[in-house]
């Protein structure tokens, strides 16, 4: 799994779990997520690479730099969760 900053992926575990983010910075086995709104930029959630989904979908850097920009950009993203399949998603499958 190749995640990438400014890369939105979702939750698979935890409190976020479900919802749209976006990975700010990648370290080693974890990753930084942030949606603008609960998770803020300036307080960042270490997330392990296993918990999260990535998608094919990438913010640019405008996109990522204000909590506002963030929570639009994030709002406009069609990507969801139906039954027990995630849409827009990578070749990867819920076991």
Excluded: W, Y
């Excluded at 700010?24 to 959630?45: M, N, Q, T, W, Y």
């Excluded at 990438?58 to 929570?71: G, I, P, S, Y």
């Amino acid at each position: 799994m190749d995640l990438k900053v400014g890369q939105i992926v979702i939750a698979k575990a935890g409190r976020e779990k479900d919802r749209k983010l976006v990975v700010v910075e990648i370290s080693g086995k974890s990753c930084f997520i942030c949606d603008g709104k609960e998770r803020p930029l300036e307080a960042p959630k270490r997330k392990n690479v296993r918990h999260i989904a990535p998608t094919h979908m990438m913010l640019t850097e405008k996109e990522t730099a204000t909590n506002r920009a963030l929570r639009r950009a994030l709002a406009g993203v069609g990507c969801d969760k139906r039954g027990d399949k995630l849409i827009g998603l990578e070749a990867e499958e819920e076991i």
